[in-house]
């Protein structure tokens, strides 16, 4: 495998896997594994659901929250309100998760970002993207918010204010985007497949 | 147990709306707080509670005292004096309480 430039800036989680040699902590990780399988303390098997579950299952809860608080207006409020507890009384658990809900408004649109690691709310949206975690996005839509989302095709006036979130410690974020117009009437599950996950890290906004 | 996203915070200095400056402070070691936000002034938005201090939660301590956690927003323009965008956009970061002042 051919690896001719360095990568400086690497850490735990700004690499793509199978790019080059593994790191040390994907050598501690891979080795931690192996010694809680050995020992009979998880299985193989649960560490695969449990991929398959950040993989498949958790990114479609973002979806059915976001309807459901598009759809009723009291559980839009309790969720802006408390993120965690609204979603709890929607049946989720988010387990360690504590979740903040942003509401985009006609006046200001949010988006997400965690510029010293990759903080995402794994139990809502499932595993976070790539850019997410790479160094050209948290340095730069920090400092540089409207560029950034230009390149993801998000044109925000001028007009309307950009507030980045820095989910730098111990809270996740999810951002509530503006039902677009033309969807009165809609079932959930109809609104829930207008919304992407991108539009709840706040770089889209879902239209119809 | 209540489900939420917050935890009580009782003794704690600062309130929402507030005015506050994080720390112009550099010690070494696993810190939350970003480099870019050190040293700029801001508003407290809202209270999450208190948590276990993850700086010392990184090095296997017990994480003791409890550290409250605050959300702080900062005008863009007095994060970045070159900011590009509009004067009303602005960035919001999570401050430990150990890490404010009174601005």
Redesign the interface.
Known sequence: MSHDHDHPHDKAHGRDFDEGPPSEYEIMSRAMQELLEAKGVITAEQIRRRMEQFEQDFPERGAKVIAHAWADTEFRKRLLE????AC?EFGLDLEAD???AVENTPQVHNVIVC??CSCYPRALLGMPPTWYKSENYRKRV??????VLREFGTVIP??V???????????RYVVVPMRPAGTEGWSEEKLASLITRDSLVGVTVPSA | M?????TDAPARRFHVGERVRVKRSFPPGHR???Y??RGKQGVVERV?GT?LN?EELAYGFDGKPERV?Y?VRFG?KE??PD????E?????????EHWLEKA
């Open positions: 408390d993120g965690k507890a709890a504590r979740l903040i510029t010293l920090v400092r540089e918010p409207r560029a001028d007009d204010a950009v507030r980045v979130h820095d989910s730098n410690a111990d809270m | 209540k489900v939420s996203a917050y939350r707080t970003p870019y936000i999450c948590f993850p956690l959300r863009q994060v970045w900011y590009a965008g509009p009303r956009d602005w960035i919001e970061v999570e401050i430990y």
